[in-house]
Every structure is written in C-alpha cells, then in structure tokens.
C-alpha cells in the first residue's frame, strides 16, 4: 500500500544540486525509468515473487540515486512514529488482520511464573528475568546499571559462558561450563516477597519447597585502563573500559579454574524480519574474509548450527551473528533467559551438577509454550516495524551522511539492501531497506574484545549492527548506552570504541574538523 512512498527518492538526497532546474533536468530521464520500472514491480507482484520486478529494481538503481526512498528505513512497512512507542508498533503494510500479531506481542510481554496452576507457568527452574519485555523494554535495547554495580536487577545485560579451548565436535560453538552452562543464571524460582540472596546464595525472602539457587550474580565497573581518543583540531575523549567481576554460588562448585565470557546487552526488535529477508547471497557477495581488495575490511561470515535441521547455515542474529534464524533465536531466548522449554529445546537448562534444579525440572523434555505460542512469537518479532529516518532536509544531516560515506563507515554499514522472496510474507519481501549493516563478523581490535570465540567469531570479531533506530534509542529506553555492553556513552564514544578494521574509519573521524564531526553524529541521529 505505500508503495509510492518507498520510491519517493528525491528527499534528503546528498549534495543538491544548486541550481533547481537543471536539478530536476538531470533527474527527470533517470526518474521516470526508475518509475516506469517500479510501476511494473508494485503494480505486478508486491507479494514478492516476481523476477521482473526485482530486475527492474536492481537495474534502475545505477541510474538514479543510490538512496531511494530514503526516509523508508524499513521499506514499505516503515512506520512514521517518533516518540516512545517508535520501536513497538506493526508495519504498515501488515497483509492479514493483526491478531497473530497481537497474540505474540501478548506473549512476547507476558509475565512467567514458576510451574503450577497459572497459564503462564514455566518459570526456571533458573532464569535471568520473566519476560521478554523486562530486557527488550518498548523492544528497544537493554543497558548495564549507570554508572556500573550488580547486573542483579538490570535484565538487560546478560553474561555468556564458556569453556577456554573447546569447541562442540559437532556443532562447532562454545562448550558450556560443567556446573554453570552457557550463560549465568542468577535468579532461581522458589524465592520471593523479596527475591532476593545473601552471600551464600540462600533465599533471605520466603523460600518455597522448589527452591532453586541461582549459578551467580555478576558486577560491573569503569576502572579498566582509560582509553583516551585525541581529535586533529583539539580536544579528546577518555573511554572507560568496563571490568565485570562474577560471584559464584559456592554450593554449585564455586569459580571455575579457567572460563570464557561475554557480556550481551538484549538488542532492538524492530526490523529483524528484514534482517531474516535479506538473501545470504547478498551476504556472501560482501564476505571478503582474506580481504583480497586490500581495503583493510575483512568481513566474515558465521557459520553456525541449525539445531532444527541439525547443519552448519550462515548466522545472522546475536552480537557475533551466531544464531541463524528468529526461530531458533527466540526458543534460545526463552530457555536461556527465562528458562521455558519449547518445541525446539525441549530439556531445561541444568548442568548436571545442579541438583535442585534437575528435581524441581525433572530432567525430562517438556515444552512449556506450545509450537503454536513459539510460532506467535516469531510473527511478532519479524513485524515489528522499524521507525522512518527524520530531518532529511537539514543541511547539516545532508553533509553528515557524505561524511559517512567519505570516510568509510559504509564499508561495513550497508545504507541500502534489497530483501528477497519471503514465502507467506509479502510484508518482508523485495523490499528496499536501510539497515546500516552487512550481517558480518569484523575483527573490531583488542579494546572491544571479549576473548570468547563463537562458532567462527573469533574474542575479537564482532556482527556489525543495524543502525536504523539509532536516534530514538534515548526516546524509547531513557538511555544511549551503545556497543555491545552498553560500555558506549553516546554515538561519539560507539564510533571511538571501534579498532580493528574499523580503525581506518575512526582515525579519520578523528581527523575531521569539530563541525564535520557533529555532522555525521547529527546523520546518525536521524537514522
């Protein structure tokens, strides 16, 4: 239905022309191509199966501007709303009536409790918090405490385990520790009115007979060596690294001798549906892992494993692109996060050394949400409509995304993709987004890594993350903590964390004049 609007390309284009004439001369022959072709595209098959359309598409896009549609980050379905609700509305261009939708959404929000007579039961036996919504607050983006302390009741942040050196033989990803697993639970169900632990991990509120104690709680604080970013024209930032510290429950083994780990902020929901769309062909034709044009960017791709249908596939979600698809992502989510089994993981999540755990769970395969409720919630999440860019006719946004572009952040934040045929889907097909990313693992240095491979990532290689949504993070979630553990205050710092690869790109940025950098910050507001 919108169409028109996701081929409107003239506004917030980069360097206009001075004179308006010659201006709309130079682009009525390639515009009316452009719009000739489309018409065909959008009147023939906006469902997304024709082959016409997409050659149309593909073929006008060397002769007019490389940005159409520039304010429709999220193509057709790109939502016009810039407020608190920015990141937690459908797409416009939803094909059926919303209930599936809602459904997901009444679940994505829904409060888990521990098993019994309630029908949200399923809680645990150890978890990290009892919703989606508790991490994904208005589907936006988690943040550690300010200012750092226990991540006890900041559900935003999470910590990944793993063992140093192992590798499943057959998945090829990261090796659980024996008494702790892959990530640190630190609550358990059994505990209430408060919930809350004393240094032994005992329940100091009322303990139920299932009580079950958690694995740990983990801190964080600035104090690391400070990093300081000197600009060309005067002037510096000073970056605090974080310094996590973890408190294990004694009773379940105490420290291990030797551990990896990963701090992971919950990311934004918007727009996952089109990362979903995006042809791995296209994924593949940017891959340059031995960086064979010499551009100093070696992107590479995950391989990780489809527990579904049990082989190695390209990953596409996570902070290091180690998960595959929303389905499998999101029943991670579940058993991980919140500790309900469903179709696809279908044992609770308790290493064998935790007793209690594997009475009060019983230790046998027992899906909690039903396929039905699993498939709800994949709706949801790949609806959600991504918010329109804004303020394209400012000037100073106008140079900003030049800049962008001038100094190479590009290179690895695609400005324009083209979806392909999502079957059932026509909302997420053949469209023309703006995600800003490649989907790819990059080495972004040592200041960013985390020492913890997975899969294919190596403690230095990062995905690339979208960046649409990016200027109404502060409006949606109260904060701007960027990166992938939040260590980024504000998109000044995000930009100076960056090393690696990207260390090209960040010199230069520090090589700009003060007003050119506030430029390309003010671009990146607008997205």
């Known amino acids: 239905m919108n169409c028109d609007k996701n081929l409107n390309f003239g506004s917030g284009t980069a360097n206009p022309e001075p004179n308006p004439s010659r201006r709309r001369l130079n682009k009525t022959i390639p515009i009316l191509a452009y719009i000739l072709l489309?018409?065909?595209?959008?009147?023939?098959?906006?469902?997304?199966?024709?082959?016409?359309?997409?050659?149309?598409?593909?073929?006008?896009?060397?002769?007019?501007?490389?940005?159409?549609?520039?304010?429709?980050?999220?193509?057709?379905?790109?939502?016009?709303?810039?407020?608190?609700?920015?990141?937690?509305?459908?797409v416009v261009n939803m094909s059926s009536d919303g209930i599936q939708f809602n459904t997901g959404n009444n679940f994505f929000n829904r409060i888990w409790v521990a098993e019994g007579n309630s029908?949200?039961?399923?809680?645990?036996?150890?978890?990290?918090?009892?919703?989606?919504?508790?991490?994904?607050?208005?589907?936006?983006?988690?943040?550690?405490p300010t200012g750092g302390g226990s991540l006890f009741n900041s559900v935003g942040i999470l910590i990944r385990l793993s063992k140093v050196g192992v590798s499943d033989p057959t998945t090829g990803g990261p090796v659980g520790l024996d008494s702790f697993g892959l990530q640190l639970?630190?609550?358990?169900?059994?505990?209430?009115?408060?919930?809350?632990?004393?240094?032994n991990f005992d329940c100091t509120g009322s303990a139920g007979p299932n009580f079950t104690p958690p694995e740990g709680v983990a801190s964080v604080s600035y104090t690391g060596t400070a990093i300081v970013r000197n600009y060309t024209s005067g002037g510096s930032v000073t970056l605090n690294p974080p310094v996590y510290s973890i408190s294990w429950n004694p009773n379940l083994g105490g420290a291990p001798s030797s551990f990896n780990f990963?701090?992971?902020?919950?990311?934004?929901?918007?727009?996952?549906?089109?990362?979903?769309?995006?042809?791995?062909?296209?994924?593949?034709?940017?891959?340059?892992?031995?960086?064979?044009?010499?551009?100093?960017?070696s992107g590479k791709v995950n391989m990780v494993w489809d527990a579904k249908n049990h082989k190695?596939?390209?990953?596409?979600?996570?902070?290091?692109?180690?998960?595959?698809?929303?389905?499998?992502?999101?029943?991670?989510?579940?058993l991980g996060d919140i500790g309900i089994t469903s179709p696809l993981f279908s044992t609770d999540n308790c290493p064998s050394s935790q007793a209690q755990c594997l009475t009060t769970s019983s230790g046998t395969a027992d899906p909690e949400i039903t396929a039905s409720i699993a498939e709800s919630v994949n709706f949801y999440t790949r609806l959600v409509a991504v918010p329109a860019r804004r303020n394209l006719s400012d000037q100073d946004v106008i140079d900003g995304k030049v800049i962008f572009s001038s100094i190479k952040c590009d290179a690895c934040h695609k400005s324009l993709v083209l979806t392909g045929n999502v079957s059932g889907f026509p909302e997420l097909s053949y469209q023309y987004i703006k995600p800003y990313t490649d989907l790819l693992l990059h080495d972004m240095g040592t200041d960013l890594a985390d020492g913890r491979p997975d899969f294919d990532a190596s403690g230095q290689e990062w995905r690339t993350p979208p960046l649409w949504g990016l200027g109404l993070i502060q409006a949606v979630n109260g904060h701007l903590k960027l990166m992938h553990d939040g260590r980024a205050n504000g998109i000044e710092e995000a930009i100076l964390w960056h090393g690696g690869e990207a260390d090209a790109a960040r010199t230069s940025f520090q090589n700009l004049s003060s007003t050119d950098r506030q430029?390309?910050?003010?671009?990146?507001?607008?997205?």
């Open 519 to 527: 430029k390309l910050i003010k671009f990146l507001e607008s997205l």
């Open 119 to 144: 029908a949200s039961s399923g809680l645990g036996p150890t978890f990290n918090t009892t919703s989606c919504q508790n991490c994904h607050a208005g589907d936006g983006r988690g943040a550690p």
């Open 262 to 297: 990963s701090p992971r902020t919950a990311p934004m929901i918007p727009g996952l549906g089109l990362l979903e769309a995006i042809p791995e062909s296209t994924i593949l034709s940017w891959a340059d892992p031995t960086d064979s044009d010499l551009d100093g960017i």
């Open 38 to 90: 489309n018409f065909l595209y959008c009147g023939g098959s906006k469902g997304g199966t024709d082959p016409l359309g997409i050659a149309a598409i593909i073929a006008s896009q060397t002769a007019i501007s490389p940005d159409p549609g520039e304010a429709f980050s999220g193509g057709y379905g790109t939502r016009f709303i810039s407020n608190a609700t920015s990141f937690d509305t459908p």
């Open 185 to 199: 639970n630190h609550k358990g169900i059994g505990c209430t009115s408060p919930l809350n632990y004393d240094s």
């Open 312 to 334: 190695k596939v390209l990953g596409r979600f996570g902070w290091k692109a180690n998960e595959p698809s929303l389905f499998q992502q999101n029943q991670g989510a579940f």
